[in-house]
């Protein structure tokens, strides 16, 4: 069993090196569950989302403010402070992890948390094209609008 993150399943800037190692983990995970299968061993990934956990307030300092990239780290501080106005307990993570080990139908997946689901499924109906164009100069209105449009939440 391995815990990434619903990051490992979406890339948000600037979780750069986060994303990635958690994308490296996911596909890890997925090759040693193809391997271990002939043996009847279960491989599963918990993927929490946003968890209250002392690294949510870690990740949360202040930007390099010159940095061109600011914008991004903002928009992420704005992302997670709405989600940290009612995170998702540790006990869930737990919670995952007890039903994976003990299910009779076991997933290789088990996303986390109670946005998850709309980050996931909101990813999924958004073209490559689309998840680029996250990229551009912003306002604050239209970054709102396009997470309610994709992942039904407010930012």
Do not use: C
């Not at 946003?50 to 202040?62: A, C, N, S, W």
């Not at 909101?122 to 239209?142: A, K, N, P, Y």
């Amino acid at each position: 069993m391995n815990v990434t993150s619903v990051a490992g399943r979406l890339a948000i800037s600037p979780q750069y090196a986060y994303a990635a190692s958690k994308f490296a983990l996911e596909a890890a995970t997925e090759i040693l569950a193809q391997e271990v299968r002939r043996f009847n061993i279960r491989v599963a990934i918990i993927e929490p989302g946003v968890i209250l956990t002392p690294m949510l307030t870690k990740g949360m300092r202040q930007p390099d403010l010159k940095s061109p990239y600011v914008d991004f780290t903002l928009r992420l501080h704005r992302a997670f402070a709405k989600r940290l106005e009612a995170p998702s307990q540790p006990e869930v993570v737990a919670a995952a992890i007890h039903q994976a080990l003990e299910t009779d139908q076991p997933k290789l997946r088990y996303p986390v948390g109670e946005e998850v689901h709309h980050w996931i499924t909101g990813r999924q109906s958004v073209t490559d094209e689309e998840w680029i164009d996250f990229g551009d100069e912003l306002t604050d209105q239209d970054l709102a609008a396009r997470y309610r449009k994709y992942f039904a939440m407010e930012i």
